[in-house]
């Protein structure tokens, strides 16, 4: 539909009409050939110098070749308008019939396609006459008809129309039936020509202006921008504070593409993007760059292809606003996520770093220390002690004993000393047989393909505490008979399966943080896996096991 600007400001050439807008549609009650010629030259005439296509549909009275005279005699260059097919003369037989009958829907038809060419090759509508002398009364019905229809449709166009009508072949019911048809009728009373208006049409028009204004209001007063383009992506209206951002008046944008506005590429873009909109019919939601003030910034624009009565794509409306800042913001705290995963990863890895050297300390100094001490006291009982001194040194060489063991627990639990003097492999296999199997009866299987996989230490102690997390979760909450881990390498990446044929849970990253998918132990380890380039996949199904996948960089090799 046009709004109030698009249709404004086109001249008549009519006095008592003045300035009309698109979408006019009148009538014209006709005694004689020189009453047509009054109201019609002048019409034709202020079109012609509108930069309008002209279409005068001739019927007897006039015929062509009367029309042609009277228009060159108002029209010095009417002849150039001919030529140049500015002006169009066509007998109401080969524009209102079709093998001898009247189709309406060809007409109605004909006419959007003259508008559709005449915006093409740069006019900025059409203007049109057409009589309805040529019918026989038996068709008028057909004709009132058509009438009705070109009042609903032209009020949608660029399109300015006078229907004709002579009064000799009008009742009074006829000349009522035009009227309603029309926007408002001209006829000559005692020698001068008068305006008669379509009350019900007035009112309609003054509803739809009040309406109009309300929605023109609302319109300029958003902080978004807004603007309407045509299915060939050329601009119909916008709003003010998008005519601001391309320093034009939102009057002045009708006609243009984004190639008068923005650099070629991003045009070019821009256009992309309203054919995929017109082609599928499906409104877009998304980010693009725009200049503002020379300026590049982030917008969000939302784009909807416009449809017609008839549900045909005849158009684009967009509205977009800046995120520039929103963008900045966002980045600035997925910067500071980063920061901090990374930092929390790195603690993490300290953390990691320091239980193992708490484990070596308690090893080589404590646990063996210890271990000369048992060995020192087991010689001393092999001599011969009185019995009160003999059984308080089989107590103490116990509970030294028993501190040894606890103290190696405690080196294992800190950091396993198999995983640094025979690695990854090993102390896997280990903790699986003897805490999974032999401690809780879960069957265990373990597959190394046999290639060697060198590892940083960072993350080959990440992997093991990974698997020990993972084999704890299958003890606590997977009911599961059998768990099998498998360690092979994969190009530079070494991969651990960790498998079990327990009750499983609905997958997903969103799961880490569950108490099935490990708790928090797990979603950090995920963290620190990410952190130093590695990944950990999680596949299950309620009923249907689970296996988790972990993956991470093998050490690179050093150039010499």
């Known amino acids: 539909m046009l709004s109030n600007k ?24 006709y005694e004689t050939e020189e009453d047509l010629i009054d109201i019609l030259v002048p019409y034709f005439k202020a079109g012609l110098k509108n930069n309008e296509l002209c279409i005068w549909v001739t019927s007897e009275p006039l015929s062509e070749k009367k029309v042609k005279n009277a228009l ?8 150039q308008y001919l030529k140049s097919g500015q002006m169009e003369i066509i007998p ?3 524009w209102y019939l079709h093998n001898g009958k009247f189709d309406l829907q060809r007409v109605l038809k004909e006419v959007i396609n003259k508008l559709n060419q005449a915006l093409k090759i740069g006019f900025d509508g059409i203007r049109i006459t057409g009589d309805s002398a040529w019918h026989e009364k038996t068709d008028w019905e057909n004709f009132s008809d058509y009438e009705r229809q070109v009042n609903i ?19 009074a019911s006829d000349i009522v039936d035009v009227v309603s048809s029309h926007e408002s009728a001209l006829i000559r009373k005692e020698g001068d ?41 050329v601009y119909i209206s916008c709003n003010e504070n998008y005519a601001r951002d391309l320093k034009i008046k939102a009057k002045e944008i009708a006609g243009k593409t984004d190639y ?36 590049k910034v982030i917008v969000h624009m939302v784009k909807t292809p416009v449809r017609d009565e008839q549900g045909n794509v005849t158009g684009i409306l967009s509205i977009f606003w800046d995120i520039t800042s929103q963008r900045r913001a966002q980045k600035k705290l997925l910067d500071y996520q980063k920061r901090l995963r990374d930092l929390t990863s790195e603690m993490s890895l300290t953390e990691e770093r320091e239980r193992r050297r708490l484990a070596i300390e308690l090893h080589d100094q404590i ?38 063991q606890d103290t190696r627990s405690l080196t294992f639990d800190l950091c396993s000393p198999t995983l640094y003097e025979l690695g990854l492999e090993a102390a896997i296999r280990e903790w699986l047989n003897e805490e999974v199997q032999q401690k809780h009866g879960i069957k265990t299987e373990f597959e ?9 230490d960072d993350v080959c102690a990440l992997l093991y505490r990974a698997v020990r997390e993972l084999l704890v979760n299958v003890i606590k909450h997977a009911n599961a008979r059998n768990v099998k881990v498998s360690v092979c390498k994969e190009k530079n990446n070494i991969c651990i399966n960790v498998i079990d044929d327990g009750t499983g849970f609905i997958s997903g990253v969103e799961n880490l943080t569950s108490n099935r998918a490990g708790g928090f132990g797990l979603f950090s380890i995920r963290e620190r896996l990410t952190y130093l380039g590695g990944s950990i996949k999680i596949d299950s199904k309620p009923s249907q096991g689970t296996q988790v996948t972990l993956a991470a960089q093998l050490k690179r090799k050093k150039n010499n």
Not at 72 to 79: E, L, S, V
Not at 157 to 163: E, K, N, T
Request: charged letters at 35%; glycine letters at 4%.
């Open 153 to 171: 449709a032209i009020g949608k166009y660029r399109m300015i129309a006078i229907c004709t009508y002579c009064l000799d072949k009008c009742s």
């Open 72 to 79: 060159r005699g108002a029209i010095p260059d009417f002849d």
């Open 260 to 295: 008068d506005f923005f650099p070629e590429e991003l045009a070019h873009k821009y256009m992309a993007a309203d054919k995929r909109v017109i082609k599928f019919s499906k409104t877009e939601d998304i980010n693009e760059k725009y200049i503002r003030e020379g300026k």
């Open 6 to 29: 698009q249709r404004s400001a086109r001249k008549a050439g009519i006095d008592l009409l003045g300035d009309v807008r698109w979408g006019s549609h009148f009538c014209l009650f």
């Open 367 to 404: 646990t063996q220390k210890l271990i000369l001490f048992k060995i020192n006291l087991g010689s001393l009982r092999q001599k011969e002690l009185p019995t009160e001194l003999s059984k308080p040194l089989d107590e103490i060489y116990e509970d030294i004993n028993e501190i040894i």
């Open 193 to 233: 020509w008068e305006v008669i208006e379509n009350s019900e049409r007035k009112k309609a028009e003054e509803a739809l202006q009040a309406s109009e204004k309300k929605y023109r209001t609302l319109l300029e007063n958003l902080p978004q921008k807004i603007f309407l383009k045509d299915k060939d992506s």
């Open 448 to 456: 190394d393909d046999g290639q060697p996989k060198p590892l940083d």
């Open 92 to 94: 109401h037989n080969r």
